[in-house]
């Protein structure tokens, strides 16, 4: 069974970063939850909207995160690529992979407790 994370991402252009920050957190006013040094999370209705900070891209993308108690065969069923060479998967059970319109999809096993 495939159903939703609880993560979404952003990857933003550096250039674009701390514009992106203040429109969710002082326009939209959602509640800062994490500060790292590259990346921001908000509390996104019980999600983590995460705007990510990435130099070397030059145009925003939308990342997302989907659960599966088995992540190869839930790549499997989707048809879709493998991409595990987007980013690290340190500690995570899972893989990197897309949609048809290319939306960088993380498929991957909850962590305990945490669905």
């Known amino acids: 069974m495939i159903r939703p994370g609880r993560n979404i ?65 839930a790549l499997a069923r989707l048809g879709s690529p493998q991409r595990d060479e987007l980013e690290p998967l340190d500690g995570v059970t899972g893989h990197w992979t897309s949609d048809p319109a290319g939306v960088v999809v993380l498929v991957r096993k909850p962590r305990e407790g945490e669905e």
């Open 9 to 73: 991402a952003i990857k933003v252009p550096q250039h674009r970063w701390d514009e992106t920050v203040a429109f969710y957190r002082d326009r939209i006013g959602l509640r800062v939850t994490r500060e790292l040094s590259a990346s921001m999370g908000f509390d996104f209705n019980g999600f983590t909207l995460w705007i990510d900070r990435v130099p070397q891209q030059s145009q925003a993308d939308v990342w997302l995160e989907l659960f599966s108690d088995d992540p190869d065969a």
